[in-house]
């Protein structure tokens, strides 16, 4: 199943329970797409100027009933899914553009912007919960570990940071890449975050130790790896530049198959439907198109799968900062402000 977007979509989410897709423009447009598994068949239910500028990043929340997008013009917008009416708009949610958006709760979604900072959002509190400076350049992607309340965040300054949302402080943050870090998973079992980059290397963390990667795997280079989702915790689909998808194994490192091209041009987003059985991507190509798992996945069930290595039994501690190093790249250090400071946006989710 494909649609033709007419512009370059930069964001990409699947309802949780309904057969809908969501995409987000560079004109400041949001797109919902209703699929019939049937016929193949995407129909276009919502098409809302929901921002002034790009509209970079977009999730259902609040278990579908609404989408949120974040938008460089550094507002948030609530839409109701059902009736495509505007529930809230916050101007100024940050000071800079909004570039990633993620659902930490059922309540509580976070959002990062240019200049590194992240920012809880409790839609049942009505409120902005706090904020972190996690990073000095823009956040790529994020990723929520609810077991130990950590937030994982890449950055265009080439560090992954462990946030501590009951703190509201970085709890950690790793070495410099020689690459921006684009996008984020947790695999085997918590013990392992892969972090993708603009040099197509694949960063292996082990769990309570980020200062330094134990492992690369570099044989997508030299193509930007854009988009990262996690299928089990021994695979993983990746996005490139290059237009590719592809499935690739984690210890042992390899790549297991490329499953579909979407085009020759950079694959900006992937997604899961609720059920697993399509993924989405979007591209530069301003196409959107929904593959069916099973049949992209054929025959890669009987490669074998990777395997536990016995010298990968990391410690449960973690390496802990009480002032974590900044980028050498530049000396912008800011504060960390709680939800008390964000006096204009404690009425956004009134309405939720």
């Not at 977009?58 to 550094?74: E, L, P, Y």
């Not at 509190?125 to 994982?152: P, T």
């Not at 900006?268 to 049949?295: C, P, T, V, Y």
């Not at 996945?297 to 990391?314: H, I, M, R, T």
């Amino acid at each position: 199943m494909e649609a033709s977007l007419g512009e370059i979509p930069f964001g990409i989410d699947f309802h949780p329970l309904k057969e809908l897709v969501a995409v987000s423009l560079i004109t400041g447009d949001l797109h919902l797409y209703k699929y019939n598994t049937d016929d193949s068949s995407l129909q276009r239910c919502l098409d809302l100027h929901a921002h002034a500028e790009s509209c970079r990043t977009v999730r259902f929340i609040n278990g579908g009933q609404a989408v949120a997008t974040g938008s460089k013009d550094c507002s948030i917008l609530a839409t109701d899914v059902e009736t495509g009416s505007v529930i809230a708009r916050l101007e100024n949610a940050h000071e800079n553009a909004i570039n990633s958006l993620i659902n930490l709760t059922e309540s509580t979604v976070a959002t990062g912007d240019d200049e590194g900072c992240i920012k809880v959002w409790d839609t049942r509190q009505r409120s902005c919960s706090g904020s972190i400076n996690a990073h000095e350049d823009y956040i790529s992607d994020m990723n929520f570990v609810s077991d130990s309340m950590k937030l994982l965040t890449t950055s265009g300054d080439g560090t992954l940071s462990v946030c501590n949302l009951r703190t509201y402080k970085v709890q950690t943050r790793s070495e410099f890449s020689e690459d921006e870090l684009s996008s984020v998973v947790v695999m085997k079992n918590g013990r392992k975050v892969i972090c993708g980059s603009q040099g197509g290397t694949l960063l292996l963390y082990s769990w309570g130790f980020f200062k330094d990667c134990s492992d690369r795997f570099v044989d997508l280079s030299p193509n930007s790896v854009e988009a990262m989702l996690k299928l089990d915790e021994d695979r993983l689909i990746t996005g490139s530049e290059n237009g590719l998808i592809s499935l690739v194994g984690i210890l042992p490192n390899r790549i297991i198959q490329p499953i579909a091209e979407h085009s020759e041009y950079p694959v900006e987003g992937l997604a899961f439907s609720h059920d697993r059985r399509f993924l989405g991507s979007i591209s530069h190509d301003q196409m959107l198109k929904l593959w069916d798992l099973n049949e992209i996945l054929q025959g890669s069930e009987n490669a074998a799968k990777g395997q536990d290595a016995s010298s990968d039994s990391d410690s449960d501690g973690m390496d802990v900062d009480d002032n974590p190093s900044h980028s050498k790249k530049g000396t912008k250090t800011k504060n960390a402000n709680k939800g008390a400071g964000f006096s204009g946006s404690n009425n956004f989710f009134a309405d939720l």
